[in-house]
């Protein structure tokens, strides 16, 4: 039988309440992000691309080059960059919007999971708001989320991660996060990760992916520190009575080579890529990973002829030097200059995108393994006849060990390194 036949029947069944409620005469297959996970997990060694959808023009190219590997692939948006405090012109709620337009007029026919990263709960105060928002975000077309307390103590890390998944949909895929990602910095253990997803799992919360503080940072990585690929594998694999996958942060800088072994030696199936798409869209000079180069001043360099227009770009640097922002702060300029960008010429676009395009074919069919995933992705939702794939695990742990109190007690007697205070946002 072939692919499109398949496909056909996976709009019918596999397109969640939400996105159906949403686009109900949409052509784009829109899924849980369990099921892209599950079909890494069938081809077997796999991660495919979570791309920080921060412009539509990195959306445009992620999605073509999905198309062209036939892979599934995630668009995703952080909350620090898409929420309300937002500093890029995608958002939580026109992300979904967005992706379905594009797949539509572009005939994308693989899977795709639209995927709020990061959904960061910082303090106990945060809680509120996130009651409200959270449910808001899915009604917006939200198809997965990152519960992110990784910021606060670990007990209150996973208080605040029973709490809020309750209001997220039982068919969604679920990322929760130990240890924020601070480079070499309060590396993630086993330890930690173990409390944890123990704690979640009493309280029937069964996550779909974990992120590790494993050695990486967001942003620009200005070392060759990069992901410890053997942490990640030993994490993993002492959680793997709890069907647990890896989620990859801070993909951009680090090496092929390094990004390889992460697919190929750990359980990671989601990898997210951020910054080195908003460099390779806007032209700048980026080595064979996407990491920026930086001339000797430690300014970006613009190649003639790629990415946005020269007049752009001259524009673009001049405001940033009256702002005082150099390196990563360049990431604020997305929502600022959105709309320039998207007034250029039409063959201008079209170069950012293809750059973008080829950028991530490459990652998707050379370093993730993610080519051919999207026939996996349907037969997932073939197999359980649903949007709803279900969760990989059950109950394990007894939740009259896992108290708020036993909670606290716990989380009091843990040997932790949490690494320097500071800003670790995306």
């Avoid at 001259?314 to 990563?328: D, H, P, R, S």
Wanted: glycine share 10%; with cysteine.
């Amino acid at each position: 039988m072939s692919y499109y036949t398949d496909y056909e029947k996976a709009l019918e069944i596999g397109r969640p309440p939400n996105i159906r409620e949403l686009f109900p005469n949409s052509r784009a297959l829109l899924v849980s992000g369990k099921v892209i996970d599950r079909a890494m997990l069938a081809k077997g060694k796999a991660m495919t691309i979570a791309a920080n959808g921060r412009s539509h023009i990195v959306i445009r190219g992620t999605l073509r080059a999905a198309q062209r590997a036939n892979a599934a692939v995630i668009i995703e948006i952080a909350r620090s960059e898409g929420g309300v405090k937002a500093y890029c012109p995608t958002n939580f709620w026109n992300m979904a919007r967005q992706v379905d337009a594009v797949c539509n007029e572009l005939g994308i026919t693989v899977p795709v999971a639209i995927h709020a990263d990061h959904y960061g709960i910082k303090k106990e105060a945060d809680l509120a708001d996130a009651r409200v928002e959270i449910p808001s975000i899915f009604e917006a077309g939200i198809t997965s989320i990152a519960i992110d307390a990784s910021h606060m103590l670990d007990d209150q890390n996973l208080l605040a991660s029973v709490d809020l998944a309750r209001y997220v949909p039982s068919w969604a895929g679920f990322e929760t996060e130990v240890g924020e990602i601070k480079g070499k910095f309060g590396l993630s253990s086993l330890e930690e990760a173990l409390f944890l997803i123990q704690g979640l799992n009493a309280h029937d919360v069964f996550p779909d992916w974990i992120a590790l503080n494993n050695g990486t940072t967001h942003g620009i990585e200005a070392s060759d520190q990069g992901i410890k690929v053997e942490l990640t594998a030993e994490i993993h694999e002492g959680l793997s009575k709890y069907g647990l996958s890896g989620a990859q942060h801070g993909t951009s800088g680090n090496s092929s080579e390094r990004l390889r072994a992460i697919a190929a030696d750990t359980k990671t199936t989601k990898a997210n890529v951020a910054t080195a798409l908003q460099m390779i869209s806007w032209g700048l000079e980026v080595n064979d990973y996407g990491n920026a180069i930086l001339d000797e001043q430690g300014n970006f360099i613009k190649v003639q002829g790629e990415g946005m227009s020269e007049e752009l770009w001259a524009e673009i640097t001049v405001y940033a030097q009256g702002q005082g922002w150099k390196g990563g702060d360049y990431k604020k300029l997305n929502i600022i200059f959105e709309n320039k960008i998207m007034g250029q010429p039409k063959g201008i676009r079209e170069r950012m995108t293809r750059r973008v395009e080829d950028f991530v074919f490459t990652l998707l069919t050379e370093v993730f393994n993610a080519g051919d995933t999207a026939h996996y992705a349907v037969q997932e939702i073939l197999r359980a006849g649903s949007y709803d794939v279900g969760s990989k695990t059950g109950r394990i742990e007894a939740q009259e060990d896992w108290t708020v109190e036993d909670i606290r007690q716990r989380a009091a007697l843990m040997d932790t390194d949490k690494g320097p205070e500071g800003d670790f946002d995306d």
